[in-house]
């Protein structure tokens, strides 16, 4: 879950390539795990979501994550 929240909030919610990411990675975790350099090559993401993927700090998905919990 944390993975989907960090791509979600790196793609923006409601992002229209969302299926084709997930025919190709299979899974959120897989593209945080996948070299920035491989996401770049793929066409999927805009420049301002690359700038956002490289970011692989965690806390903030975590903090939503909680947040849903309570």
Request: hydrophobic share 40%; with cysteine; net charge positive.
């Amino acid at each position: 879950m944390i993975y989907w929240i960090w791509l979600q909030s790196a793609v923006g919610y409601g992002y229209k390539h969302t299926s084709a990411l997930l025919e190709r990675y299979e899974s959120a975790e897989k593209i945080y795990h996948t070299p920035i350099s491989d996401l770049e090559f793929s066409g999927l993401f805009s420049k301002s979501a690359l700038s956002k993927l490289k970011n692989k700090d965690l806390d903030a998905a975590r903090k939503v994550l909680n947040e849903c919990i309570k």
